[in-house]
């Protein structure tokens, strides 16, 4: 390990981390994982870089130090991130970028038969977005001694328990969606031009606040106006903010790639009757999800509560209200494992963290209220603190 | 249509991009082409929305209007966005968003199948960050009597040569990044925090320049100072710039998704020899190369002119020195079709654009000076106009 490169965790942390990751594999059997989630790859291994357009991986042994594999050029980047021996750092050559002729996973087949890693089980995150039907039906081709074993969101889900050193980049990043939040009700007026605003909800989150700097989120702003507002995911256009426009901001704070997701709305001017009935229904509906964010509970019983209270209001949603949250990094700020939803029987621990995210799509605009939190020993805590309504300015 | 949305390009552009991308589905024997890339997608039908963390397609056959196929709650972005009649969106329940127990593909295969576009050959990017191992896997379960056919880039081929609508909003980019790396030079100093300097990169990137607004770039900004800049990927954090310090800042400006890519280093008071050195050399090698950007030239002709002028001066490239740019969304502003290296006999052609990427990463910094070109009549041109060199602030 070069002597001057910033670790994140304790190597003892992620020595932690990898034996958690080994103990899984031995349930399912699995020899050799190979590991191409971004954020997988950085919590086992320390790797952070904008590489993830290219086919990379950290493959993971029972007894062996884990390997970084990726494009040549990209191997200086894990050269100045990871905890690994530099012996353990592993470039293919550039003519496999991108390529109609070759796949960088023969190359990475090449590597595993050497190692003789082909004869073994190997678990593939199947379902992930940096593992492509491509990349597979090569490996399928070129190890067919190996027995190809499903291990999606393997991984992911060792992740979702945090620790405090986790915890306290959460709490920065909280910090810096604070800021943000403040500073997008500092400015927000009519006649603002969208991406204007935008511009400075960057600045804010980037610049971040005292010590806690940010980090780029796994998603970008959304902040969607009027009918806008009525779809979860569209992000600005240079359109100019109107005297009664309601517009949701759908933001993270993000520090060293852990994330704090938190969405509020803002009224220029009084809302109309029918979003304040909202705004209740809401807020009471999260609160009786939130008493039941404890211990022992299950992630559907804080839906179930939710669901039920806001039916009672005479609000529906017809999605899933939450999810884990943690390192990540795009197109997904969720850890892709528990949901918040009937059906999801996953028992809440402590230092569990997710984004309870009660939105409400509505005919004609949208309503998010959220809260990023983390379970405690007999109930949980907020992450950040933004003023719990829907805002108004006049 | 809703009589308010705001289409980027005409009807005509669009049906345009669809007779092509049918002629090249006839050429290929395809009946119906399922294209995943959120690229290709909004090339083909306007669509825009940070949605492509859950699974999406458009269904293009042809005979019939393409039909958005998506997330039940990303249906209304959807309805905001695309010129497609409304009875072509189609969303699937949100219980098939992250499950174990069932794919957003069954959900596709059982439409597909009322369709009976299940009897023919069905085109499947089979290389795209969008369509994962289990998504194939679960299409070729339940579609056992189609025919499963690679697509890969079958559309962003269709997308090499730009239309002037594409070249104007290409310029706007231009303008952005002219602004941002002026901003840069302006602010940067000894004593300066990275992510201070990031916060305002994004600021004016998103701000944009006169009416020319900024979108997010579909990579983030990467700003490595020294040993860091020894790797081409690594983002920033909060690390104190000092006298001496040399940065490069790989950055795009983005406007209505489409990208003007264009790096620049700054050196913090007067460069060691070694970097005047591979200043020259890297000046010369781009221009070599360039003057083989033209109608009639291969992309062979000008990477091989690139690096052999760079070979002479001393210096050695082991990657790529380009690639097509345009419309993109995370994670690569490339087209992810023509490269700029031995081999790739694509011939340029009037309105293509580039990222002409001659960057060297030397054993204790790294040098980038890049341009974005569009190839003309005759020629080329360079979209942004920043100064060609090593940047020096004293």
Known sequence: MPKDIKLNFSLAEYAARLDKTRAAMTQKNIDCLIVVDPSNIAWLSGYDGWSFYTHQCLIVQHAAEPIWWGRGIDAAGAQRTVYLDSDNIIGYPDHYVQSDERHPMDHLSRLLREMKLDQGSIGLEMENYYFTAAAFRALQTRLPAAKLVDATALVNWQRIVKSEQELEYMRSAARIVEAMHAHIYDIIEPGMVKSDLAAEIFRTGIAGKDEHWGDYPAIMP????????????????NSVLQAGDIT????AGCHKRYHCPLSRTISLGPPPQKYLDAEKAVLDAMHAGLDNAKPGKTCEDVAIAFFECLEKHGFKKDNRTGYSIGLSYPPDWGERTISLRRGDKTELRPNMTFHFMPALWLDDGGLEITESVVVTENGYERLASVEQRLLVKN
Request: overall charge negative.
């Open 248 to 251: 949701f901001f759908e933001i």
């Open 222 to 237: 959304m902040l969607p106006t009027g009918m806008d507002a009525t779809a979860p995911h569209l992000t600005w256009d």
